[in-house]
Each structure stands twice: as C-alpha cells, then as structure tokens.
C-alpha cells in the first residue's frame, strides 16, 4: 500500500508540472520519480538491516562480492544527498523528502554499527572499499545538515571510526588520491582529527596532472574517458570548498578549481546530442548518466559557465536520464539495476564492476539539491547547444580555457 501511495504521488507531481508543451519528462518531478526508483531499494533495505539479503549482485569477480553492498550505499547517498539536504516541508515533494531523510538516517546507522547485520566492508579484503567509503564521505558533506548533524552521538562515533578505518589502504597515484582526500575533508568538517597532508598530497598531484582545457589527467596520463566527472572534478570542487571555509585552500584555491570545473561543464553540455545521446567512450560506461555528474554539480552551485543557461542544462541532462530510463532491460523484476549502458548489457562491465556500482549513476541528478522555486527547474524548456547547432542557429564560437 506504501508503495502505491509513492507511485501515486510521484505521477501527480510528474502530471501537474507538465506544461505549456514541455515533454513531460523535462521537469523536478520526474527527476525526483527517478531518483526515488533508483535509489528506494538500496535505502530501504538497508534501513530494514536487509541489505545483504536482498540485494543481488552480479560481477564478473566473485571476489567483489564482499564489496558491493557499501558500493551500493556509498554512490546512492553522494546522489541522493542533496536532495534530502532541501529537508522536509509541507508540500507533496517535501514529504517525500522527509520520507526518506528519516530512511537514510536509519540507513547510516545500520551501515556502521558493528552489530548490525548489514555492518559494510569499510577496511577488508581489498582496498576497494577506501572508493566507497569516499562516496559515503560524499554524501555526508552534501547532505551535513540533514544527514549527519541529527545522527546521535553512537552513531556519529561509529561513522567516524568506519572512515578512519580506511587509513589502512595506501591509495594508488590517480585519481584514487581524492578518495582518501575527501574523507579526510570530511572527517575536517565534522571537527573529527583529520591529515592535512593527505589532502595537500592529493591536490599538490593534481595540480601537476592538469592537462588543460579544464582536464585533469588521471595520474600523470590522459584518458579518454568521464572519470573527471565521475570523481575528478566533483570530489576537488567538494573538498576544495571545505578547504576555503577553514581557510585551507592554500594549493589550488576554490575559484581555481570551479574555473576548471565550469570549462569541463561547458564541454559536457556540448557532447550531449539532440536526442539524447552521448559518446560511450571509456571505462566505467555502465555509471550511466553519472556521467554528467559534474555538470549537474556545476549547476547546483549555480555556477554554470557563460552562455550556458539553467533550462538548457536542465532540458539537455532530462532527455539524457529519459533516453536511458526507458531501457526495457534496465532493472531487475525486484527494482534493482543490471549492468549495462542502454539496459542489460553484462559485456560493456569491466572485471570490478558489481550491481553496487551502478548506482553512481544517481550522482546526476545532484541538482535536485536546488530548491523547486530555482530558475533551473521553472524556466521554459530551452535547446541545448547540440540542438541549435543543429538547427542552424548561429551562436558564439566555443573556445578553450586559458
């Protein structure tokens, strides 16, 4: 009955803001219905303690088996967070929020206590584990208000004792460096003891491995791929922001980075097609439209580059989400992802993927973080680049970041 009460409510909320001819999919709502499918699975059951016994996991590696579930959790709250972040509120939205604020709460807690039978893998059997523990670090800093302040003292400690567990694991030189960085960010917000000279080391390296034109390589090489989108850029912008609030941000000041980031947005919004699409270049395609995580971060911080309005970017990242959605294959009889890009497509997986890695995909729709009164969400659909290209429209000329 609950769950048909939900369905209910996200199909009003997707119906009455459908208007003036905008494709129905092109608004909060079905955002919000989006990362509700997504992310209910994986939140609910975990705050049930059934996690381990529901979620099922497909790899190419048994060994990551023992990693999937905080792989699952971790990227789910660094999506979701934001959103919940907005808190509850009298409208059907905001109860929809509070719904799940309270889910997440008792979802964090169970992930931590060492008692619970849903207590995840922060510090054994491989170092993946440090990857995830860094999404889980993610999604505490974006959703501070909401998700950690109100957690109880246990719990806190608990949550703490779990990130520092991860000290364990040396990071490789890449981009690997920013998933200890980010969790001693965090452990810096929350006024835990933190290592500064972690964070230094990983910025002091990613200053040197930037390529130009707002591209960061991944260790001292080039890749072709969206790994800045995926951890790159997001994590520096969130730790760089913690940084410049404690007056830290000594190696690559904040602006600097958002310069970067907003030249890398810029280019993102352009490899979106009229349709939808987008090139499936590189490892990791199966995150799907976590690819465009940096962009959407770049718009929740309403930072979005010259020329590159919030409708456009809105309307652009909405038919990309709808384009992927409406796979037949996409999710299991039970709601959970397959591996894939455009549905179930296991072969596109490389070997450390597991259903639990999927869900960096929700780190897309972290501007569901803007308020529903932003301009993002209430200003008329707009073409995006690729479409008025496309149709002729003359427009300025892109060129590279100086």
Same mark, same amino acid.
């Given at each position: 009955m609950q769950k048909r009460i939900v369905q209910f409510t996200i199909l009003f909320l997707i119906v009455s803001l459908s208007i003036n001819g905008q494709k129905k999919y092109d608004n909060r709502a079905y955002w919000v219905s989006v990362l509700t499918k997504i992310s209910d699975p994986v939140i609910t059951n975990l705050a049930q303690r059934k996690l381990r016994l529901n979620m099922p996991i497909e790899c190419k590696d048994p060994k990551r088996k023992e990693v999937a579930h905080l792989e699952a959790f971790?990227?789910? /709250?660094?999506? =979701? !967070?934001?959103?919940? +972040? /907005?808190?509850?509120?009298?409208?059907? +939205?905001g109860k929809l929020r509070e719904k799940y604020i309270v889910l997440t709460r008792k979802a964090i807690a169970n992930a931590v206590n060492p008692a619970s039978p849903d207590s995840l893998n922060f510090n054994k059997k491989s170092p993946q584990p440090l990857v995830d523990a860094a999404f889980f670090a993610s999604g505490l800093l974006y959703g501070y208000n909401q998700l950690w302040l109100p957690l109880d003292a246990t719990t %806190?400690? $608990?949550? =703490?004792?779990?990130? %520092?567990?991860?000290?364990?694991f040396k990071p490789y030189e890449n981009n690997w460096l920013l998933f200890s960085a980010i969790i001693e960010t965090f /452990? /810096?917000?929350a006024g835990a003891d933190y290592n500064v000279a972690t964070i230094n080391y990983a910025f002091k390296k990613h200053a040197e491995w930037y390529k130009g034109d707002g591209n960061y390589g991944d260790g001292p090489e080039y890749h072709s791929d969206y790994y800045n989108s995926f951890v790159i850029q997001p994590m520096m912008l $969130?730790?760089?922001?913690?940084?410049? +609030?404690n007056a830290q941000d000594t190696i690559l000041k904040y602006e600097k980075v958002m310069e970067r980031a907003q030249r890398y947005a810029a280019i993102q919004e352009r490899m979106i097609s009229p349709e939808g699409s987008f090139p499936p270049v590189g490892r990791s395609i199966v995150y799907r439209f976590g690819v465009f995580q940096l962009l959407s971060q770049v718009a929740l911080y309403k930072q979005l580059p010259k020329n590159v309005s919030p409708a456009q970017v809105r309307s652009a990242l909405s038919e990309v989400i709808h384009r992927l959605m409406v796979a037949p294959t996409l999710f299991d009889k039970n709601g959970w992802l397959r591996i894939?890009?455009?549905?179930s497509q296991p072969d596109l997986a490389e070997s450390y993927i597991t259903t639990g890695s999927l869900y960096l995909c929700t780190t897309g729709l972290v501007a569901l973080g803007l308020p529903a009164t932003d301009p993002f969400? =209430?200003?008329? !659909? +707009?073409?995006?680049?690729?479409?008025?290209?496309?149709?002729?429209?003359? =427009?300025?000329?892109?060129? !590279?970041? %100086?």
């Amino acid at each position: 009955m609950q769950k048909r009460i939900v369905q209910f409510t996200i199909l009003f909320l997707i119906v009455s803001l459908s208007i003036n001819g905008q494709k129905k999919y092109d608004n909060r709502a079905y955002w919000v219905s989006v990362l509700t499918k997504i992310s209910d699975p994986v939140i609910t059951n975990l705050a049930q303690r059934k996690l381990r016994l529901n979620m099922p996991i497909e790899c190419k590696d048994p060994k990551r088996k023992e990693v999937a579930h905080l792989e699952a959790f971790g990227r789910t /709250l660094a999506g =979701i !967070a934001p959103w919940l +972040e /907005l808190g509850a509120d009298a409208t059907v +939205e905001g109860k929809l929020r509070e719904k799940y604020i309270v889910l997440t709460r008792k979802a964090i807690a169970n992930a931590v206590n060492p008692a619970s039978p849903d207590s995840l893998n922060f510090n054994k059997k491989s170092p993946q584990p440090l990857v995830d523990a860094a999404f889980f670090a993610s999604g505490l800093l974006y959703g501070y208000n909401q998700l950690w302040l109100p957690l109880d003292a246990t719990t %806190k400690e $608990n949550v =703490i004792n779990a990130l %520092k567990s991860t000290r364990v694991f040396k990071p490789y030189e890449n981009n690997w460096l920013l998933f200890s960085a980010i969790i001693e960010t965090f /452990l /810096l917000k929350a006024g835990a003891d933190y290592n500064v000279a972690t964070i230094n080391y990983a910025f002091k390296k990613h200053a040197e491995w930037y390529k130009g034109d707002g591209n960061y390589g991944d260790g001292p090489e080039y890749h072709s791929d969206y790994y800045n989108s995926f951890v790159i850029q997001p994590m520096m912008l $969130n730790i760089s922001k913690v940084l410049k +609030e404690n007056a830290q941000d000594t190696i690559l000041k904040y602006e600097k980075v958002m310069e970067r980031a907003q030249r890398y947005a810029a280019i993102q919004e352009r490899m979106i097609s009229p349709e939808g699409s987008f090139p499936p270049v590189g490892r990791s395609i199966v995150y799907r439209f976590g690819v465009f995580q940096l962009l959407s971060q770049v718009a929740l911080y309403k930072q979005l580059p010259k020329n590159v309005s919030p409708a456009q970017v809105r309307s652009a990242l909405s038919e990309v989400i709808h384009r992927l959605m409406v796979a037949p294959t996409l999710f299991d009889k039970n709601g959970w992802l397959r591996i894939g890009f455009y549905g179930s497509q296991p072969d596109l997986a490389e070997s450390y993927i597991t259903t639990g890695s999927l869900y960096l995909c929700t780190t897309g729709l972290v501007a569901l973080g803007l308020p529903a009164t932003d301009p993002f969400w =209430i200003s008329p !659909a +707009e073409d995006w680049t690729s479409v008025k290209v496309w149709k002729g429209v003359n =427009i300025p000329a892109d060129h !590279a970041l %100086k």
